[in-house]
């Protein structure tokens, strides 16, 4: 079955940076576009990025210029580097599939920007 595994989350202070991974597993990993979420306490959870099964890229505007998101198919993982954090990073990230009807999440990773 699909299964994503995020880690790399954590705390961190204002200007640092984090590399999140995702290890996905169950699926032909290469064939699809693969997202990062986020959801803060009290909002709505919002795309953050997404990489297409070619590896062209997408992310919101409010992280462009300090968020990459990269794939590396040989390991089936995920990467969502993240530089220039702000306490507005705050959030749980998420790693996401969509497959066919179903939208698949692994369980996410907790991003804290604090001083």
């Known amino acids: 079955q699909v299964q994503l595994v995020e880690s790399g989350g954590g705390l961190v202070q204002p200007g640092g940076s984090l590399r999140l991974s995702c290890a996905a597993s169950?699926?032909?990993?290469?064939?699809?576009?693969m997202y990062w979420y986020r959801q803060a306490p009290g909002k709505q959870r919002e795309l953050v990025a997404s990489v297409t099964s070619a590896g062209n890229t997408n992310v919101a505007e409010s992280v462009e210029g300090r968020f990459t998101i990269s794939r590396d198919s040989a390991e089936n993982t995920v990467y969502l580097q993240m530089n220039s954090l702000k306490p507005e990073d705050t959030a749980v990230y998420y790693c996401?599939?969509?497959?066919?009807?179903?939208?698949?999440w692994g369980q996410g990773t907790q991003v804290t920007v604090s001083s």
């Open positions: 169950g699926f032909t990993f290469s064939s699809y576009y």
């Open positions: 996401s599939l969509r497959l066919g009807l179903s939208n698949y």
